[in-house]
């Protein structure tokens, strides 16, 4: 680890994504953050506030970025991959992803895949089961396991979509970090994003009134701030199968 982030404090309330992002590096080689979906509609800032990490994270010492949008490469392995093809389609051509990838790439940084294989041929109806769901997160949580015992010594930031970066189970589901934590000797540090993002097209009443509760807080860090799970306020704490919980006043989804 970095001088950098060795120096780095552990937050106490409230702080900046930034110190956020460094303090998550001296808690774990692996920090797991996501962005908020919903089909191709997405949450512009978590993927803003992802180009802010990675900045972060390079002060940190970190060189590498695992990304779940990522196909993964022709010749069957899981990276580097030094470019993204300017047809790419899907999330690839959202511009703020362009701007995330591009990001990564201009600090010199390498992207890795990890997404699971699914057959070309696979019935439409099997991919939404349980069953199939269960199957790619942990093949998901494999190829990340790989991706740190190939170079132990490497720190990793690893983007995911919504919850699939959740280190517990709920009901049937097994998110890719808990089977993470089962396949892998390293712990990660998960960052969760999606926790006051507006998915329904309308915010909770619980998070309407939580952002008025600590609007004086978000206004000191522009309207979007990290906190440690153990130190977050009600219903926060609660939050399963994270370390840390990034909320804004922005949490609007987009198409456009």
């Known amino acids: 680890m970095s001088p950098a982030a060795e120096r780095s404090t552990r937050p106490d309330g409230w702080c900046s994504v930034e110190d956020l992002t460094r303090y998550a590096f001296t808690q774990a080689r692996v920090v797991m953050a996501n962005e908020a979906h919903s089909g191709l509609a997405r949450c512009v800032r978590t993927r803003e506030v992802g180009v802010r990490m990675i900045r972060a994270a390079h002060a940190a010492g970190v060189r590498r970025i695992a990304m779940e949008a990522l196909p993964l490469p022709s010749d069957g ?18 511009p703020e992803m362009r701007k995330l990838i591009g990001t990564a790439l201009e600090l ?8 699971a294989v699914i057959p070309r041929d696979a019935d439409p109806a099997d991919l939404l089961s349980m069953e199939f769901t269960n199957k790619r997160e942990r093949e998901q949580a494999r190829n990340l396991g790989r991706l740190v015992a190939d170079a132990p010594a490497e720190p990793l930031l690893a983007w995911c979509g919504n919850s699939h970066a959740a280190k517990e189970a709920t009901g049937e589901w097994i998110p890719m970090g808990h089977h993470f934590a089962l396949l892998s000797d390293a712990a990660a540090f998960v960052i969760d994003q999606d926790v006051t993002v ?32 153990e130190q977050a306020p ?20 987009t198409e456009r």
Do not use: C, M
């Not at 010199?108 to 997404?115: F, Q, S």
């Not at 507006?198 to 915010?203: A, I, K, L, V, W």
């Not at 704490?237 to 989804?253: F, W």
């Open 77 to 94: 392995t899981l990276g580097p991959i030094r470019a993204i093809r300017a047809d790419a389609g899907g999330y690839l051509a959202q």
């Open 108 to 115: 010199g940084w390498t992207l890795w895949a990890y997404e």
């Open 198 to 229: 507006d998915f329904s097209g309308e915010s909770s009443p619980w998070v309407r009134e939580l952002l008025v509760s600590i609007g004086d807080e978000l206004a000191a860090f522009g309207g979007t701030a990290g906190i440690l799970r």
């Open 234 to 253: 009600p219903p926060l704490d609660t939050r399963r199968g994270v370390d840390a919980v990034v909320v804004s006043t922005d949490n609007a989804l």
